[in-house]
């Protein structure tokens, strides 16, 4: 997945939403936010993901086996939960 968001990230976007965004919405359930919090921070976190033509998504060096970009994945959340939160004002 990570050479074809070089090739065609589009097609790439969209496995890769697929594949991860039920990883991704329970990861944050399970960090204690809500469903109204946790949502607002998926939708963030797709955002960041987007940026600058899959920017994050597109410099990765390292897949894990097969692969996998959940560990990844459950650090850049993470940090994006936090660089969110501490925002001058988070997304009301």
Known sequence: MLELF???PNLAWQI??????DFIYTFL????????EAME???????????D?????KTIKYAGNDGDL??????V???LCVNWAWSEDGRK
């Open 6 to 8: 070089q090739q065609d």
């Open 16 to 21: 890769f939403c697929e594949k991860y965004s």
């Open 29 to 36: 359930r399970r960090s204690g936010y809500d469903y109204d």
């Open 41 to 51: 921070r998926f939708v963030y976190v797709f955002e960041k993901l987007c940026e």
């Open 53 to 57: 033509d899959f920017r994050r998504l």
């Open 70 to 75: 959940t560990p990844w994945l459950r650090q």
């Open 77 to 79: 959340v993470k940090n």
